[in-house]
């Protein structure tokens, strides 16, 4: 049973562009969101993250969309720059200081 | 600030050995986690400890897997009688015992 679920699988973008990804959940008691950047080699990175009591969230060019309702997210990256190609992963808790449950990954390709 | 630190970052073991992989959590974070990844599985957690005390296991398998954390600036993962299908990046996290949770590079296990 997947319960986080991320499409596309991999993006690719121009430079400038803005990349989005997708995300969806299915058990109602998540209430973090957290969004991950990782390059090769390298651990996942604590990137941009949302509680389920806020709509959006933004901080430089990533903005989170949260839809309670629907159960879904989105990471919009604006400004898309070359350095921001790497693997995207979108995870959920319920409760702080709890197990992340993450999705699949979005592997994002930015052209110059 | 050093972040979570991971040792050995790469590990080769034949089958039937036994792997003991370390982390240091982020000076003050009481939290740490214990994460697996592969191509086929993608990010699973396994354990998770707080204060010391072991809080969750539920992603550990039965067999030949054991973690410990015998003070606040170490832990460690054991995997007794290594499989090939043990082969993975094993990822440690800390956390402040709140939502966000940053990881360590990670240790690179391969399993001949």
């Known amino acids: 049973q997947q319960q986080v679920r991320q499409s596309p699988q991999s993006l690719t973008v121009w430079e400038g562009e803005t990349a989005i990804l997708n995300c969806s959940y299915e058990?109602?008691?998540?209430?973090?969101f957290p969004w991950y950047q990782q390059f090769p080699g390298e651990g996942p990175a604590l990137l941009i993250s949302?509680?389920?009591?806020?709509n959006k969230k933004e901080d430089g060019r990533f903005t989170i969309f949260f839809n309670k309702r629907e159960k879904k997210l989105s990471l919009h990256i604006a400004d898309s720059q070359p350095g921001d190609s790497a693997t995207y992963f979108c995870?959920?808790?319920?409760?702080?200081?709890?197990?992340?449950?993450f999705g699949s990954g979005t592997k994002v390709i930015v052209l110059p | 600030n050093a972040g979570v630190i991971q040792t050995p970052r790469h590990k080769v073991t034949g089958k039937g050995q036994e792997a003991t992989l370390w982390c240091e959590p982020i000076s003050g974070h009481s939290a740490v986690f214990w994460y697996r990844q592969t191509i086929v599985q993608g990010l699973e957690f396994l354990t998770y400890f707080r204060n010391q005390a072991p809080i969750d296991d539920s992603g550990m398998p039965k067999e030949r897997f054991s973690a410990q954390m015998p003070n606040q600036s170490h832990s460690t993962l054991k995997i007794q009688s290594t499989q090939p299908q043990d082969s993975a990046v094993y990822l440690c996290?800390?956390?402040?015992?709140?939502?966000?949770?940053?990881f360590g590079p990670g240790t690179r296990l391969t399993v001949l």
């Open positions: 996290a800390s956390s402040l015992v709140a939502y966000e949770q940053y």
């Open positions: 058990n109602s008691a998540f209430d973090y």
């Open positions: 949302i509680l389920s009591v806020s």
């Open positions: 995870a959920a808790s319920a409760g702080f200081a709890s197990a992340l449950t």
